[in-house]
């Protein structure tokens, strides 16, 4: 059953649990084309990168439900129904996968987040009961790893139970929910706030997440070239939210530690 949500109305209701969770600060980087004039005027979007922070990419997801035991999870690897599917770009059309990987692997804090529910009633209720972050699974790239081939791929699982990498079953040695990436960006604020939003470390990220862009086959060279060439003397956060919108199809926020207790 596809879901009759929208990535957008999904990620909506992410973000604006987001901007309130208690325990962080987080600020949602806006990518509009406004945004590249301020910046060249020495203006722009400000999230004060003077305190101790880090950057932070969500990739939003759907999940179909299936509710047949002839699907392929309860056929193949014994799943219960219903249970849900997360699907992947295939490699055949789309690098996204890689590109995220390569971006988690340059030390990124990097996830897919997916919801555990497919209709706008679900989405309304979880939003009304501030509970998308905890009804929704999220996987780091690396949970997942490289596709094995070009075919159809997504990750298919039950609430509370292990996921598994279809097309041929394969367990995945990850199971997180929202606390467990709460608390892994805490102690990565309190091992690298203080560098990672440096004009030096931006500047870094900014050259790499250029380079991991010029992967995307769906943009074509030329295209590529007029970007760097806009984007050129840009500041490096707006430059790094722009690489992850448009060609990471990812959003970047920067999230801060407060003192409040996790509830």
């Given amino acids: ?55 932070l990419f969500l990739q939003f997801k759907l999940c179909d439900l299936m509710t047949r035991r002839t699907c392929r999870e309860s056929r193949d690897a014994g799943f219960n129904v219903p249970c849900y599917r997360m699907h992947l770009r295939s490699a055949r059309v789309s690098r996204q996968h890689e590109m995220l990987l390569d971006l988690e692997s340059t030390g990124q804090e990097v996830y897919y987040a997916a919801p555990i529910f497919h209709k706008p009633e679900e989405l309304n209720a979880a939003f009304m009961s501030s509970a998308v972050r905890a ?42 929910v929202f606390g467990d990436v709460v608390a892994r960006l805490h102690s990565t604020v309190r091992e690298r706030g203080e560098t990672e939003l440096s004009q030096d470390s931006l500047e870094r990220l900014a050259r790499l997440i ?54």
């Fill in 135 to 176: 009804r929704s699974i999220w996987l780091r790239p690396s949970d997942i790893g490289p596709l094995p081939d070009n075919e159809e791929h997504h990750v298919s699982f039950e609430p509370g139970s292990p996921w598994t990498l279809f097309s041929r079953p394969i367990p995945l040695d990850a199971k997180r």
């Fill in 210 to 263: 250029s380079d991991i862009a010029e992967k995307r086959r769906e943009i074509s060279e030329q295209q590529k070239a007029v970007t760097r060439d806009t984007l050129r003397g840009i500041a490096p956060l707006q430059r790094i939210a722009y690489y992850a919108s448009i060609f990471l199809e990812s959003q970047l926020y920067i999230v801060r530690e407060t003192r409040q207790v996790l509830g």
């Fill in 1 to 55: 059953m596809r879901p009759a949500i929208s990535e957008f109305s999904y990620g909506f209701a992410l973000t604006s649990e987001l901007l309130r969770a208690p325990g962080m600060i987080v600020t949602a980087a806006p990518v509009f084309p406004s945004l590249i004039q301020e910046g060249q005027s020495g203006g722009g979007w400000d999230v004060r990168i003077d305190k101790p922070g880090l950057p």
